[in-house]
Structure formats: structure tokens, C-alpha cells
């Protein structure tokens, strides 16, 4: 798959060889299909105003921050494909996602960060047997009120939760 720039100063719109509908006035000035050939989805749609996220083609490897800043997303109830090795900030910032992932697959080594900041999370994913790192996974997640799952295979998982202020919130009350 072929990247494509949608150039500044034109105001156009196309679909995507993944069928997605990209404009210009939703989409950076940078690459906007899902991935590259080398199967990376980094900052794919980094900053646009999607409401939902698309499926994950099964070749992605890598999500480095393809969600990031998404301020507009609201859900990303999507299969994440067992190929991706890292999901690090994939979802970092999404501020407005109330509905995300249902399963972490075990075959994501790094998940650091990959819901931090996202305030309107209201629950956490399935994390899978073999993720082994998930520091500040869900940092800020003020929403959430459940802690989340840790895998025996999970190894560095500092201030996973730190200023989820509804998990807090819910152990006060206990």
C-alpha cells in the first residue's frame, strides 16, 4: 500500500484503498493511509476529527500514537490484530473516547501509554496474556472506575492508573 499526501492548499476528498473517506478538512497534511509498507501505522490519524475509528488492516505491526489526539473520536470498538507488536500512545489524548478496544492482544509487548489522557474511558480493555510493559497505560483516564486487569507477563506497569480519579474515587468508597 502507497502512502498519500493530501497537499495544503487544495480542498479535495477521496476514499483510500482501505475505503476510508478522507478530506482535507479532516485530515493533516501528512500521510492518511493506515499504514506503510513496512506495516507501521505511526500517527496514521494523528490529530484528525474521526468520530470512530476503522478497522486495523491484520498486517499493522506497530500503532505508535495512530489514534493520538484524535480530540473527536468517541469510539474505537475495533479489533486490534494479533500481528501488532506495539501499541504504544495509540490512543493517547483521545479525550472524548468513552468506548475503546475490548482486548489488548498478548502479542503487543508495549503498551505504554496507549489510553493516557483519554478523560472519558469508561472502561478498561481485556489486557492479554503476553503484554509486558503498560506504564501510564490509562494515566488521566478520570472516567474509569475499575481497575484493570495485569497480566502475570506484565513486568513494567508503573502509575498504570495514576490520576484515574474514579478508580480512587471507588476505593475511597469501599
Do not use: W
Request: net charge negative; hydrophobic share 35%.
Amino acid at each position: 500500500m502507497r502512502n498519500q499526501m493530501i497537499p495544503t492548499n487544495i480542498n479535495m476528498s477521496y476514499q483510500n484503498d482501505d475505503g476510508i473517506h478522507v478530506d482535507s478538512s479532516t485530515a493533516r497534511s501528512e500521510f492518511v493511509d493506515m499504514m506503510d509498507e513496512n506495516g507501521m501505522m505511526h500517527h496514521s490519524f494523528n490529530g484528525t476529527n474521526i468520530k470512530s475509528a476503522p478497522k486495523i488492516p491484520s498486517s499493522v505491526e506497530f500503532m505508535y500514537g495512530a489514534f493520538a489526539s484524535c480530540h473527536q473520536l468517541e469510539t474505537a470498538d475495533i479489533l486490534i490484530p494479533s500481528s501488532v507488536k506495539s501499541g504504544e500512545f495509540a490512543f493517547a489524548d483521545c479525550v472524548n473516547l468513552k468506548k475503546g478496544p475490548s482486548v489488548i492482544p498478548g502479542t503487543i509487548d508495549n503498551a505504554n501509554y496507549m489510553f493516557a489522557n483519554c478523560a472519558s474511558l469508561e472502561n478498561t480493555p481485556k489486557i492479554g496474556r503476553g503484554v509486558k510493559q503498560g506504564e501510564r497505560m490509562f494515566m488521566g483516564c478520570e472516567k474509569l472506575t475499575k481497575e484493570p486487569n495485569i497480566p502475570s507477563s506484565m513486568t513494567e506497569y508503573k502509575d498504570m492508573t495514576r490520576g484515574c480519579t474514579g478508580i480512587d474515587a471507588a476505593k475511597d468508597a469501599q
